[in-house]
RNA sequence: CGGGAUAUAGCGUAGUCCGGUCAUCGCGCCUGGUUUGGGACCAGGAGGUCGCAAGUUCGAAUCUUGCUAUCCCGACCA
């Protein structure tokens, strides 16, 4: 599980576009002082969903399990979005888009995937509503539109895009086929959790076609890395690449890969999955190719994706009793202005030196807002922008005007902590705040890793194993002897799942913690999400 | 989908057992004033068919039934 600590500079992620977005319009001030947040060491789950809802990033919607994403928190998604889409179009990737609706019989031809997704599936069956006659001023299903072939909502789109694909290859030459689309997506859930799980969700979902099962495989091992460096490097969240095992693989695909993020709970979440598809969908819908040799072959197929659940994965991984931190490369605000003032002749000349300060900020690329609401003092302005998880706050007024000095604050610091708050000259403000900016995002992406470090054992017995994921959580690497069985056992057990086989773990002799068969392999063990 | 709980103004709530000046209080919101270096204060004001729909009753936030949504615990899952 080896993490070589990347330097960042400045310049690997100030480039991620985005002017600042407004907030504190639309909402009431009191969702922010009403109470604090509950603890996370009290209430880790009720911190979670206060902090989503106080932070602004979403709600829960009118529509049972579905979210609106609020500006702010769509503000985030779309960073999020502008630096996939580049990494994945410098792959050769390009975007397309496929239907929201998949007919009946093409998501039955690939049996495993069509029994995967069966039981969380929404299902159209009319195309139109009528006034009721029984009753005014409603509407009825119109009996009369029932569909011959039922639509189904898409959980996912192999079944619309492969049956695509069958008409756009026919030879060698056409592949490999590379896209990606941006879409929403549903799978009808039981219990759902703002971002973690919610009936419909915003995702990306890569499909590709290649001639040969090595260059798919490639291509699947590819996008995991793309997933890692993206979670690591850009969203600070440290992950562990690795294998499905043959229970938790994609319904449908060969092998299943995954990026694994561990949790301040302890608990593990799956960030990202790549599958390598072999020739099962091409299989299923019939899409073959003529080779060099002029003989039909099956295609091969790659799909991966990563959804609106990173929203949750960069809550959880790095946010405080006051509020969200988010890494500087994903902020909406990086810099935020707040004015500390009792005349309006005051409130000029802070304006005057702010006006200065916001456009040589923005000509560095960094997205800066002056708070410049009236009605709010400095006190409710700081608590307020912590819950937001700006990562750095300016502070300016009269003393500072009087030595040319201004507050800089780090939101990866507790309040208080040394270095939280310093007073700079404001003729080097600018450097220090881009200086700062990289040393946040690295000081977040430092303190996962020693969180991650801290939480991860090893476990040589069942009996050690249990008493791990009883008493401290975290990831637990142990032996496995390869069988669902035992995995089953374990899970039913103690609740774990097999996260993954680690890609980077060395291999290692030992017995399976359960049946104390042979094991070449430490695998990764945690209660997930 | 199984077990449990909840639903009263934008948010949080009192009242529900024992039907009848009960629609309470705090925050927020609006207006005016004083404030402003860590979640300001005073005064005045606006805002609610008590989740929705039936029913019982002279009368329902309160009792009955159905529905919907949310939360917690399970099973399922990115």
Request: proline share 4%; hydrophobic share 40%.
């Amino acid at each position: 599980m080896a993490n070589p600590k990347k330097s960042l500079t400045f310049a690997d992620f100030w480039y991620i576009p985005c002017l600042p977005v407004w907030v504190g319009k639309g909402i009431n001030t009191n969702t922010m002082s009403q109470q604090k947040l509950p603890k996370r060491s009290e209430n880790y789950a009720e911190w979670y969903n206060e902090l989503v809802k106080r932070a602004d990033l979403a709600e829960n919607s009118a529509v049972r399990g579905c979210m609106v994403i609020k500006p702010y928190g769509y503000a985030i998604w779309e960073k999020m979005q502008a630096q996939l889409d580049r990494m994945f179009k410098e792959t050769g990737h390009a975007n397309a888009y496929f239907p929201l609706f998949v007919p009946k019989s093409f998501l039955e031809k690939e049996e495993g995937h069509a029994e995967g997704f069966a039981k969380e599936c929404a299902v159209v069956t009319h195309y139109r509503l009528k006034v009721n006659p029984d009753k005014k001023g409603s509407l009825m299903v119109d009996p009369d539109s029932k569909l011959e072939e039922e639509l189904i909502v898409r959980p996912t789109s192999e079944a619309v895009i492969w049956n695509t694909y069958k008409n756009w290859i026919q030879s060698y030459r056409d592949l490999p086929i590379l896209l990606n689309q941006w879409a929403n997506v549903v799978r009808w859930e039981m219990r759902t959790r703002l971002f973690l799980r919610t009936t419909e969700f915003l995702w990306q979902e890569g499909h590709t076609a290649h001639a040969s099962a090595e260059e798919a495989l490639k291509e699947t091992r590819q996008m995991l890395e793309v997933y890692a460096e993206f979670a690591e490097k850009y969203m600070a969240v440290p992950v562990v690449k690795g294998i499905k095992t043959a229970n938790e693989r994609f319904a449908g695909a060969e092998e299943t890969m995954c990026i694994e993020a561990l949790m301040q709970d302890g608990k593990a979440l799956q960030a990202g999955t790549s599958h390598f598809l072999g020739q099962n969908f091409a299989k299923a819908f019939d899409v073959k190719f003529l080779n060099k040799n002029n003989e039909q072959e099956y295609v091969f197929g790659t799909s991966w994706g990563v959804s609106t659940r990173l929203m949750g994965a960069l809550v959880m991984a790095h946010s405080d009793d006051n509020g969200l931190v988010l890494p500087p490369s994903l902020a909406p605000i990086q810099v935020v202005i707040v004015p500390i003032y009792k005349t309006e002749e005051q409130l000029a000349a802070i304006t005057e030196k702010v006006e200065n300060i916001q456009l040589m900020l923005r000509a560095k690329g960094i997205s800066v807002k002056f708070d410049t609401r009236d009605n709010l003092t400095p006190g409710f302005k700081f608590a307020d922008w912590e819950m937001r998880g700006v990562p750095v706050r300016l502070a300016i007024g009269q003393k500072d005007l009087e030595n040319n000095t201004i507050e800089v604050s780090r939101r990866d610091k507790e309040r208080g902590e040394e270095g939280a708050k310093v007073s700079v000259n404001l003729d080097a403000v600018i450097g220090t705040i881009q200086q700062l900016l990289t040393d946040i995002q690295e000081n977040i992406y430092q303190k996962a890793i020693d969180f991650r470090k801290k939480n991860t054992h090893t476990a040589h017995s069942y009996a050690e194993f249990k008493e791990i994921l009883a008493t401290k959580g975290g990831f637990v690497m142990a032996h496995w002897d390869g069988t669902t069985e035992t995995e089953l056992k374990i899970k039913e057990e103690t609740k774990a799942t097999i996260r993954c086989i680690p890609l980077n773990e060395p291999e290692s002799e030992g017995v399976c913690i359960v049946t104390g068969k042979p094991s070449k392999k430490q695998v990764l063990f945690a209660q997930a999400y």
